[in-house]
């Protein structure tokens, strides 16, 4: 980015703004220990100093996870909760008597009750649900459906996710936090690129139209692909129209 402290001080203005439309006092967003859940944080605390609550979810989740989240929440002194929703994971998908064991289908379901539980905690305190997709998963597709896509606002979606690393930078994000992995926490040893199939470098040149040349064609087949097969996830449900 050419000038990161514009940019910066530019969402968080953008964040204000929405938030004073609707009405509200504050911020409450998931904390799961990775760049861009980092990146919102700094963010709102930076919006909201007083009012940005982070919501630790472990859910089968890896400890270093949380370990994660709380150095950022000491780092940004911001205020933070813990829900387990292990044992909620496991009641509902025992309950809901599986005959085939799709591991997506049910890895989906964490996202989902994660983001019941922001917006318990954003109706109970007069907030906003922030999201952290960036640009680079929105443009394949690389979430969940009325899951961590199930937000109010989304400040860093028009950043692909080297220029969240910049911003991370930036705002100071522990370097163990920026140089890990990034992984949706789905599953053990789950990461996004190996899911995906690329790295994020060819992803991010391809939506920047840079070295497009240096990517693979196979590759640039694949993004396409995912960018197709994932538009309704960018769009509102369809509605009938009456003629």
């Known amino acids: 980015m050419n000038n990161i402290e514009k940019t910066c001080n530019d969402i968080v203005n953008w964040i204000k703004e929405k938030v004073n439309e609707a009405g509200c006092k504050g911020l409450?967003?998931?904390?799961?220990?990775?760049?861009?859940?980092?990146?919102?944080?700094?963010?709102?605390?930076?919006?909201?100093?007083?009012?940005?609550?982070?919501?630790?979810?472990?859910?089968?989740?890896?400890?270093?996870?949380e370990e994660h989240a709380r150095l950022?929440?000491?780092?940004?002194?911001?205020?933070?909760?813990?829900?387990?929703?292990?044992?909620?994971?496991?009641v509902y998908t025992s309950e809901l008597g599986f005959i085939e064991n799709n591991?997506?289908?049910?890895?989906?379901?964490?996202?989902?009750?994660?983001?019941?539980?922001?917006?318990?905690?954003?109706?109970?305190?007069?907030y906003l649900v922030v999201g952290s997709s960036n640009k680079s998963e929105i443009t394949i597709g690389y979430f969940t459906k009325h899951g961590d896509s199930g937000v109010d606002i989304l400040p860093i979606a028009d950043l692909v996710k080297e220029e969240v690393k910049e911003l991370a930078k930036y705002l100071q994000i522990?370097?163990?936090?920026?140089?890990?992995?990034p992984s949706a926490g789905l599953w053990e040893n789950q990461t996004d690129e190996d899911e995906m199939g690329f790295g994020y470098e060819e992803l991010d040149s391809y939506i920047k139209g840079k070295n497009v040349?240096?990517?693979?064609?196979?590759?640039?087949?694949?993004?396409?692909?995912?960018n197709k097969i994932s538009e309704h996830k960018r769009k509102f449900p369809p509605i009938f129209i009456q003629s």
């Open 213 to 226: 040349d240096d990517i693979s064609k196979e590759t640039r087949y694949k993004i396409e692909k995912m």
């Open 28 to 65: 409450v967003f998931g904390l799961s220990g990775g760049i861009d859940s980092a990146v919102i944080a700094g963010l709102s605390k930076k919006a909201f100093p007083k009012d940005s609550l982070g919501v630790i979810m472990p859910c089968h989740s890896n400890p270093e996870d």
């Open 174 to 181: 522990d370097e163990a936090i920026i140089s890990k992995p």
């Open 103 to 126: 591991r997506l289908a049910t890895s989906n379901i964490k996202p989902r009750l994660r983001m019941t539980t922001l917006y318990y905690y954003a109706q109970l305190n007069n």
């Open 72 to 90: 950022v929440a000491k780092s940004l002194d911001i205020n933070i909760i813990k829900v387990d929703l292990t044992n909620t994971f496991d």
